[in-house]
């Protein structure tokens, strides 16, 4: 009887070795992706760093955002708040904080709003919206503060968000943000005017808030900072 053989082709592989060598393929090919993507990024934060060396560029607000995140502060943990919120004001206008974020994405390939909301409480991120809601569309020159129903609105809800201030479970008021928005505030009718706006927004007297956050120190000292203020 005569036996057929078949004559082994070095050109043709198992299903096991297929099987491997596809695998191994889309590894290479992964691995050379994420490799390409790392340089792609790290690049591009490269090129952003060299525009946070001046300042008033959304670079230059994006790495200070970072560090104020990253801990500023004498204790040597947590979030300088108080660091965030100067960047915040100086942010000219909404279109330039949109550049902010874009920049910080570049820097250090996170979302910025996410790092801002998971490192600040509720009240302290509202005010931070409160702040950005509060400035014109379009403009890159710093503007001085505007006496406008959009402001008016702004500052009655960063008080709001000062009076629903905590420390972890613990209910308190940010008095330091109090005073920051009456030292902004150019005249008595400013003040008014906003709890004109507090009154609209949540139905509440702006003095009887006051009065009832603070203590009978804190009140008249910081009621003395409008006080000083022209009327007009």
Do not use: C
């Amino acid at each position: 009887m005569k036996t057929e053989t078949t004559a082994y082709h070095p050109d043709e592989f198992t299903l096991k070795e297929k099987l491997t060598y596809a695998i191994l393929g889309l590894v290479v090919v992964g691995g050379s992706f994420f490799i390409g993507r790392a340089v792609v990024r790290r690049a591009r934060a490269v090129a952003e760093e060299k525009k946070t060396y001046e300042e008033g560029t959304p670079a230059t607000y994006a790495k200070q955002i970072k560090m104020a995140l990253d801990n500023d502060n004498w204790f040597g943990w947590g979030t300088d708040e108080r660091a965030l919120r100067r960047i915040f004001l100086a942010v000219p206008s909404k279109a330039e904080f949109s550049k902010v974020i874009a920049s910080y994405q570049k820097l250090y390939a996170r979302a910025m709003m996410a790092d801002i909301k998971s490192d600040l409480t509720t009240s302290e991120y509202n005010e931070m919206l409160a702040i950005i809601s509060a400035k014109p569309e379009r403009g890159s020159s710093p503007v001085k503060v505007q006496s406008t129903p959009a402001q008016f609105q702004s500052w009655a809800k960063r008080l709001r968000a000062a009076f629903e201030d905590s420390n972890w479970v613990f209910p308190g008021t940010d008095e330091r943000a109090i005073k920051e928005i009456f030292m902004e505030m150019p005249s008595q009718t400013d003040f008014w005017n906003t709890a004109t706006a507090y009154k609209n927004i949540y139905g509440d007297d702006l003095i009887a808030d006051l009065k009832d956050e603070l203590t009978f120190i804190e009140y008249p000292a910081l009621m003395s900072i409008l006080v000083q203020k022209p009327k007009m």
